[in-house]
């Protein structure tokens, strides 16, 4: 099969576009005809400075496609179903293999583009809220990075949730604009204003009860100085690639919390699995939508990379093999 690989760690141009061994289907697991990856955060900053689990790598967390063979041992899945697959690397190429705990069927005649990008960016986005963020109908929600594939799933579903007031951040103008479709009330354009002074004039000095932060360094602690009292920040990235260094001495005082989250420790779990195959219905329904910025042919994957640090991208941005 062909493959988008590369050799060291790096900028966007260590990706290769190469002929490479097709993977073997495990008995607990599944190949899947790649039809469209959805390029997650996670898999520029993998390709930045992660780990290689062979050389050459192929890089990418999700993808989705047709199964085209099963494991001995798989009774859930068949041949022919149109699956969306999650793993820690694997999706940048035409064929992948994933347990069959890691692939949710598509619901029929979804849109197969739509459903690639939604298992881990909605996933996270409805755990750092609900599950770690404690969100309440009523409650001001705040997320960093609102144009990323997390923050547009964040955005969303907190105004689903019933958030009084949803904010968000970004790098400009144009970006925050695109969101307020997807239920954004203000956006908070972070290069112009400081993101903790404009959350308190917005919320009547109050702050956030929620923030959702997939940037991590300065910018978390922009999301520390934003909390109300008992306000909740859920940490789930590094996108800013700076060092995670805060303060938190103000947060004993206002009963402030930080929580780690990470979507891949509880992914198999039967609470996020199914949480994540509701998902997928939900979008399949039209109660929520997958933002798709643009499409790469598998061969560009360099191209495409580029194009996400560029930071142009609102929402995903998928590659075709
Ligand atoms: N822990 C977990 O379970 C989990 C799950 C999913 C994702 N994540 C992590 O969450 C982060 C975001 O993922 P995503 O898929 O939402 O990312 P994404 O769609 O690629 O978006 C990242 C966003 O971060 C902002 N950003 C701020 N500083 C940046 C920088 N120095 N370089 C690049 N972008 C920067 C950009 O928006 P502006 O230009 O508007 O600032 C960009 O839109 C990643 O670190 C990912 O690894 C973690």
Same mark, same amino acid.
């Given at each position: 099969?062909?493959?988008?690989?590369?050799?060291?760690? &790096?900028?966007?141009?260590?990706?290769?576009?190469?002929?490479?061994?097709?993977?073997?289907?495990?008995?607990?697991?599944?190949?899947?005809?790649?039809?469209?990856?959805?390029?997650?955060?996670?898999?520029?900053?993998?390709?930045?400075?992660?780990?290689?689990?062979?050389?050459?790598?192929?890089?990418?967390?999700q993808a989705a496609g047709e199964i085209v063979e099963v494991g001995e041992e798989v009774t859930n899945l068949k041949v022919g179903?149109?699956?969306?697959?999650?793993?820690?690397?694997?999706?940048?190429?035409?064929?992948?293999?994933?347990?069959?705990?890691?692939?949710?069927?598509?619901?029929?005649?979804?849109?197969?583009?739509?459903?690639?990008?939604?298992?881990?960016?909605?996933?996270?986005?409805?755990?750092?809220?609900?599950?770690?963020?404690?969100?309440?109908?009523?409650?001001?929600?705040?997320?960093?990075? &609102?144009?990323? &594939?997390?923050?547009?799933?964040?955005?969303?579903?907190?105004?689903?949730?019933?958030?009084?007031?949803?904010?968000?951040?970004?790098?400009?103008?144009?970006?925050?604009?695109?969101?307020?479709?997807?239920?954004?009330?203000h956006g908070i354009n972070y290069k112009e204003k400081d993101v903790a002074t404009e959350v308190r004039r917005l919320t009547d000095?109050? &702050?956030?009860?929620?923030?959702?932060?997939?940037?991590?360094?300065?910018?978390?602690?922009?999301?520390?100085?934003?909390?109300?009292?008992?306000?909740?920040?859920?940490?789930?990235?590094?996108?800013?690639?700076?060092?995670?260094?805060?303060?938190?001495?103000?947060?004993?005082?206002?009963?402030?919390?930080?929580?780690?989250?990470?979507?891949?420790?509880?992914?198999?779990?039967?609470?996020?699995?199914?949480?994540?195959?509701? !998902?997928?219905?939900?979008?399949?329904?039209?109660?929520?939508?997958?933002?798709?910025?643009?499409?790469?042919? !598998?061969?560009?994957?360099?191209?495409?990379?580029?194009?996400?640090?560029?930071?142009?991208?609102?929402?995903?941005?998928? !590659?075709?093999?």
């Open positions: 099969m062909k493959a988008a690989v590369y050799y060291e760690t &790096g900028g966007p141009e260590v990706l290769k576009y190469e002929e490479v061994p097709d993977p073997v289907c495990h008995r607990k697991g599944v190949i899947v005809r790649v039809e469209a990856v959805s390029i997650e955060g996670g898999d520029t900053l993998n390709r930045f400075r992660g780990r290689m689990a062979a050389n050459p790598h192929i890089v990418g967390y179903q149109k699956v969306v697959t999650s793993g820690n690397h694997g999706s940048h190429a035409e064929l992948r293999a994933v347990p069959a705990r890691s692939a949710w069927v598509i619901p029929d005649g979804m849109d197969i583009q739509k459903a690639a990008a939604i298992p881990v960016p909605f996933g996270t986005a409805h755990d750092c809220l609900f599950e770690f963020g404690r969100m309440q109908k009523g409650d001001v929600v705040l997320v960093q990075a &609102g144009a990323s &594939g997390v923050g547009v799933a964040a955005i969303q579903l907190a105004k689903q949730g019933g958030a009084s007031l949803v904010l968000a951040t970004a790098s400009s103008d144009e970006r925050l604009e695109m969101l307020k479709p997807l239920g954004l009330d000095n109050k &702050g956030a009860n929620v923030v959702v932060d997939s940037v991590g360094g300065s910018t978390l602690q922009g999301s520390i100085n934003s909390l109300a009292y008992r306000g909740r920040v859920s940490m789930v990235g590094a996108a800013g690639r700076e060092p995670m260094k805060v303060d938190v001495g103000a947060m004993m005082g206002g009963n402030q919390s930080l929580s780690g989250v990470f979507l891949g420790a509880e992914i198999a779990t039967d609470r996020v699995y199914n949480n994540i195959q509701r !998902l997928i219905e939900q979008v399949a329904r039209g109660e929520l939508q997958v933002v798709i910025d643009r499409t790469f042919p !598998l061969s560009e994957a360099a191209e495409a990379h580029r194009y996400i640090e560029s930071r142009q991208a609102v929402g995903r941005v998928l !590659l075709i093999p």
